[in-house]
């Protein structure tokens, strides 16, 4: 339910949002859930006054879990739709009305963690530019100047989405025989987020990746880590990578010259500017606003062990910092056949602000990955409960409905470098925001089509038909 204050200029001047979200019978990622999701609906646009309620219900169905984005999908799909409709009333350019209240590098925005955070650097501009450039924007049209039997439309959405949480620790150590070992705590996801550590890592110290020697997987011999999501491999554990990697490099230089002892001194290495950060203490559900730069036992039991072995042991240690978020505007082509409510996308742009691109395939292959999972989530995949027996219909892949590669348009990745001192060389989260691409954009091609409005998905043939039918736009 949502609900905005928007002066004639389109400027917005207040924004109220009521979120209900179904946990199923274990409160489980809920409340967290919901939590992220006003997050998401508050922090991309200059909005000087809110209120957003989120509740977490229990309901007889499935247990609410983790999902990429986690809450973000959910409030990006309900306030882009609500943003375009505005600007509609307004008689606004859907773009023209979201760059106009985009938040800005500087800007203050609220999170879990702490309040008033100034935004770092922000590509917000580009990714709206480049993105509509990349579509066709200029060749907009207001829905009531679309006529026949097929139709074609197009939307777009914009949105941020943070660069992680909590802290992470760096290890990278050289053996006796000169070998460089860099034992990466991250979980390996499939995102080639390893392939980007090693490369801040290969930078920082000035040798060939190949050199390195590069292992995960196995705690007893890896850095610990907080934890694989929000975004955050790149950004907070290749930070602690590449902070643990500048304190090897001193190391090594210090050793030439012959200044070299056996280490002693554990605490890691950070940036006292931009590395120390409050953040969420889980254990006990308490902020801690100054953190200690401490390891983590695990890897500090590891360091120990590498010194008495005879190695050189680089530290580091970086807490999350909150000002450091990504950026997205994605934009989406259809064709909508009026007399059956048949929806074709037929090209996606993705435009994403990463800070500095680390490893460009990584990079693009996250994007459009997470365009092809939001096509789904938009298009097709549906989990129907039975509301007699609270058991899931759509219980295989065959139901639920995956898009395959029949179902895939054009993907149009566009990565954007707007560089935060906070990140490694400047880099930021990427993984979520990629997953918002389709839903929103898809749905406001649809309304641009055909002049209705969509509020539900997936946009599923049935579902779009009844829309057009009850709107008298069946052709």
């Not at 943070?162 to 802290?167: K, T, V």
């Not at 590449?242 to 090594?252: E, G, H």
Request: charged share 20%; net charge negative.
């Amino acid at each position: 339910y949502l609900k905005t204050g928007v002066r004639k200029d389109g400027s917005i001047t207040a924004f109220e949002c009521k979120a209900i979200a179904r946990t199923g019978g274990y409160a489980s990622s809920g409340p967290a859930v919901v939590s992220v999701a006003g997050q998401g609906m508050v922090a991309t646009y200059r909005i000087p006054n809110y209120w957003y309620h989120g509740y977490c219900v229990y309901t007889s169905s499935p247990v609410g879990g983790e999902f990429r984005g986690f809450g973000h999908p959910q409030a990006v799909f309900a306030r882009e739709t609500h943003i375009d409709e505005i600007a509609d009333a307004l008689g606004m350019d859907p773009l023209e009305f979201r760059r106009r209240n985009s938040l800005q590098a500087g800007d203050l925005i609220d999170t879990d963690v702490v309040a008033n955070v100034p935004l770092m650097a922000i590509g917000a501009e580009a990714c709206l530019q480049s993105g509509a450039d990349a579509i066709g924007w200029k060749t907009w049209q207001h829905p009531s100047k679309k006529s026949g039997a097929v139709r074609r439309g197009i939307g777009m959405r914009f949105s941020q989405e943070h660069s992680g949480r909590n802290a992470s620790n760096g290890l990278v150590w050289m053996d006796r025989s000169g070998k460089i070992h860099v034992p990466i705590g991250s979980g390996n996801l499939g995102t080639n987020a390893h392939t980007g550590i090693a490369l801040i890592v290969a930078n920082a110290l000035d040798v060939p990746v190949e050199q390195l020697d590069c292992t995960w997987g196995d705690s007893a011999t890896c850095t610990w880590d907080f934890v694989s999501d929000a975004s955050r491999a790149i950004h907070c554990h290749g930070k602690a990578m590449y902070n643990a990697s500048i304190d090897l490099r001193r190391q090594i230089e210090a050793r030439r010259a012959g200044r070299v002892q056996a280490r002693t001194d554990f605490t890691p290495h950070f940036d006292p500017a931009t590395d120390l950060n409050p953040y969420l203490d889980e254990s006990t559900g308490q902020v801690m606003k100054s953190p200690a730069p401490k390891l983590h036992e695990q890897t500090e039991a590891l360091a120990r062990q590498i010194v008495a072995d005879g190695g050189l042991v680089g530290l580091g240690f970086y807490v999350w910092n909150p000002s450091a978020e990504s950026w997205g505007a994605s934009f989406a082509e259809v064709e909508v056949d009026m007399p059956t409510g048949r929806v074709s996308v037929l090209k996606l742009v993705g435009a994403h602000d990463c800070g500095r691109v680390i490893h460009i395939p990584g990079a693009v292959a996250q994007v459009d990955g997470g365009s092809i999972m939001g096509l789904g989530y938009a298009m097709t995949e549906e989990l129907l409960v039975d509301p007699h027996s609270g058991i899931p219909v759509t219980q295989s892949l065959y139901e639920y409905r995956p898009p395959t590669v029949l179902d895939i348009p054009e993907i149009v990745p566009i990565l954007v470098e707007s560089p935060v001192p906070a990140g490694p060389f400047g880099a930021k989260g990427l993984g979520e925001n990629p997953m918002f691409n389709a839903a929103a954009a898809v749905g406001n091609a649809i309304y641009n089509a055909t002049g209705v409005r969509m509020r539900e998905i997936p946009y599923t043939w049935p579902r779009v038909f009844d829309e057009l039918k009850r709107a008298g736009k069946l052709v």
